[in-house]
T-cell receptor
Framework: DSGVTQTPKHLITATGQRVTLRCSPRSGDLSVYWYQQSLDQGLQFLIHYYNGEERAKGNILERFSAQQFPDLHSELNLSSLELGDSALYFC????????????FGPGTRLTVL | QQQVKQSPQSLIVQKGGISIINCAYENTAFDYFPWYQQFPGKGPALLIAIRPDVSEKKEGRFTISFNKSAKQFSLHIMDSQPGDSATYFCAAAYSGAGSYQLTFGKGTKLSVIP
C-alpha cells in the first residue's frame, strides 16, 4: 500500500458527461501528479500540482482540469467525455516539488459508453 | 514523439533465469531514470532508480545498467521468480523544469514460468 488513495475505483458514464476523480496524497506529501494510462498511449503525464499551485502541464486536454485544495487532496475534472477518454487515471504523490520518488495510487478506471 | 523507447514488449523467462529489459531515451536533459513495476489492478510501484553519474546500481536481484553516451539503460532481474511476473516500465525525468514529471516507456510484460 503506497499510502495514496483514489476514489472512486471504477466509474462508468456516458459520452458528454462530466466526472470528478479524487486523490489524497500520502501524509505530508505536497506534490500531486496525475497520469493517464491507456492501451494505445501507455502512461502519460497530465498535470502536476505542488502545495496548491500548478507546476507543470503535460498532454492534458482542454476539457480536463485539476486543482489541489488547502488540505492537499487533488481533483481531476473531466468534461464533455468522449469514448477515447476511457482509461486508468493515476495520481502520484511526492514530498517536495522536485523529489524524485513518486508513490502511485491504485487508480480510477473510467469507462465512457 | 516517443521520448523513451522500451523493448521488448513482452518477455517470457524460465524461473531462475535472467530477465533483461532495455530502454533508450532522446532527451539529454533527463537526469533521473526509474523503473516501475505494475501488477494487474494496481498502480505502478517504484522498483529501482539511477542517476547518470553512475553506470550501475544494484538492489537485491534487480540491477540497472546505464550507458550515458549511448543514451540507453536497462533492467536486469537475476534469478527471476514467478512472483516477478508483472509489467515493467522504464521512465525518465529531469529536475530543471520545476517538476519531476515522468516520461514512461510503453512497458514490458514479463512472464516467469516455473
Amino acid at each position: 500500500d503506497s499510502g495514496v488513495t483514489q476514489t472512486p475505483k471504477h466509474l462508468i458514464t456516458a459520452t458528454g458527461q462530466r466526472v470528478t476523480l479524487r486523490c489524497s496524497p500520502r501524509s505530508g506529501d505536497l506534490s500531486v501528479y496525475w497520469y493517464q494510462q491507456s492501451l494505445d498511449q501507455g502512461l502519460q503525464f497530465l498535470i502536476h500540482y505542488y502545495n496548491g499551485e500548478e507546476r507543470a502541464k503535460g498532454n492534458i486536454l482542454e476539457r480536463f482540469s485539476a486543482q489541489q485544495f488547502p488540505d492537499l487532496h487533488s481533483e481531476l475534472n473531466l468534461s464533455s467525455l468522449e469514448l477515447g477518454d476511457s482509461a486508468l487515471y493515476f495520481c502520484a504523490s511526492s514530498y517536495r516539488m522536485r523529489t524524485d520518488t513518486q508513490y502511485f495510487g491504485p487508480g480510477t478506471r473510467l469507462t465512457v459508453l | 514523439q516517443q521520448q523513451v523507447k522500451q523493448s521488448p514488449q513482452s518477455l517470457i523467462v524460465q524461473k531462475g533465469g535472467i530477465s533483461i529489459i532495455n530502454c533508450a531515451y532522446e532527451n539529454t536533459a533527463f537526469d533521473y531514470f526509474p523503473w516501475y513495476q505494475q501488477f494487474p489492478g494496481k498502480g505502478p510501484a517504484l522498483l529501482i532508480a539511477i542517476r547518470p553519474d553512475v553506470s550501475e546500481k544494484k538492489e537485491g536481484r534487480f540491477t540497472i545498467s546505464f550507458n550515458k553516451s549511448a543514451k540507453q539503460f536497462s533492467l536486469h532481474i537475476m534469478d527471476s521468480q514467478p512472483g516477478d511476473s508483472a509489467t515493467y516500465f522504464c521512465a525518465a525525468a529531469y529536475s530543471g523544469a520545476g517538476s519531476y514529471q515522468l516520461t514512461f516507456g510503453k512497458g514490458t510484460k514479463l512472464s516467469v514460468i516455473p
